[in-house]
């Protein structure tokens, strides 16, 4: 039988990207081993096989909050989805989804891609990580995305400061050398870290630098975290 490690499951309107605004039931996996400096789901780090529940506990608890089935987009997140560990779990789910005509939308960290799964969903949050988060991205791989998965996924890139911004551009310029189709959105998400205030001159900075350099850069914010601030989980 297919099960999966889960940390939460709930309704909540999206915080972020090019889907802000739209209400969706949240898969939050447990367990991820990528480490972000500034992750704000720390608690979704360590596997916890206590928290273990079946595909159709998981699938009965989202018809239960989408209203039984009127809400139709669910969104997949972590901790990891893409961890190999939740790799038999997380198709079986998917298909399981598809199969009540559920929307699927998957954030993914930007460090591997799923040929199979990602045939399977209807859009990816595909990570560009910057130097703040201490982690590599290779634009290999958003250049494979860009091949592979045409008008179904987006970037996005969490901004801390101009150091950060500037690591985003050099790739897109790179990206953009190379011939790669960038008409995919490339969204930066000015940072909103665990108890800071809202970041109004990170906001205004990048404004400002995407408008100087003329790129098409998408900046969208946190929406969540400006109603609800930057520690309530679950919104």
């Given amino acids: 039988m297919s099960e999966l490690q889960v940390n939460s499951i709930y309704l909540a309107t999206e915080g972020e990207g090019t889907q802000i605004g739209t209400p969706q039931v949240f898969v939050r996996l447990q367990g991820c081993t990528i480490g972000c400096l500034n992750c704000d789901s720390k608690d979704t780090w360590d596997f ?113 400061n101009e150091a950060d911004y500037r690591y985003v551009l050099d790739a897109y310029k790179k990206l953009e050398a190379l011939g790669t189709d960038l008409s995919f959105p490339w969204c930066l998400t000015p940072a909103y870290n665990l108890e800071e205030e809202f970041p109004k001159e990170r906001f205004m900075s990048l404004f400002k630098w995407n408008i100087e350099d003329g790129y098409q850069f998408r900046v969208i914010g946190q929406q969540h975290k400006w109603v609800f601030g930057p520690d309530q989980k679950q919104v």
């Fill in 48 to 160: 916890n096989s206590e928290l273990t529940q079946s595909i159709d506990e998981i699938l009965h608890q989202v018809s239960s909050l989408s209203q039984q089935g009127k809400i139709k987009r669910v969104s997949i997140t972590g901790g990891d989805p893409l961890h190999p560990s939740h790799d038999a779990g997380l198709k079986a789910l998917v298909k399981s989804l598809k199969a009540h005509r559920y929307q699927i939308n998957l954030e993914a960290a930007g460090t591997r891609i799923s040929d199979e799964l990602f045939d399977a969903l209807d859009y990816i949050s595909f990570d560009y990580k910057t130097p703040s988060t201490g982690i590599v991205t290779k634009l290999s791989l958003i250049e494979r995305m860009s091949r592979q998965f045409p008008g179904k996924f987006q970037v996005k890139a969490v901004i801390e």
